[in-house]
Nanobody, 125 residues
Framework: QVQLVESGGGLVQAGGSLRLSCAAS????????MGWFRQAPGKEREFVSA????????IYADSVKGRFTISRDNAKNTVFLQMNSLKPEDTAVYYC??????????????????WGQGTQVTVSS
């Protein structure tokens, strides 16, 4: 069992920035592929970003590439999502997820084994 707790969400104006954090339990955090997903009202959950175990490989949805940066600190069991140049369409609940048994980063939500409860990000125009 892995527990994930997101924080850092809030209300910002378009063009602003937020930094999300996800704190994870577990002795083997460094062995987990970590991802961020989001779900806007009335829409399907969508992939945002993922990061490899070491942090060397990162992948992003086209909609956020160049604006968002994922990173991790394995010593602190934490993964981050730095969000810059935010747009109203970024408004969603953002979820942290852990993939404990895959060999590579993945955009598919069903490949992730554990999920946080989410943190709300609202971008006003």
């Amino acid at each position: 069992q892995v527990q994930l707790v997101e924080s850092g969400g809030g209300l910002v104006q378009a063009g602003g920035s937020l930094r999300l954090s996800c704190a994870a339990s577990g002795r083997t955090f460094s062995s987990y592929i970590m991802g961020w997903f989001r779900q806007a009202p009335g829409k399907e959950r969508e992939f945002v970003s993922a990061i490899s175990r070491s942090g060397a490989r990162t992948i992003y949805a086209d909609s956020v590439k160049g604006r968002f940066t994922i990173s991790r600190d394995n010593a602190k069991n934490t993964v981050f999502l730095q969000m810059n140049s935010l747009k109203p369409e970024d408004t969603a609940v953002y979820y942290c997820a852990a993939d404990t048994d895959s060999g590579t980063t993945d955009t598919r939500d069903y490949r992730y084994d554990y999920w946080g409860q989410g943190t709300q990000v609202t971008v006003s125009s």
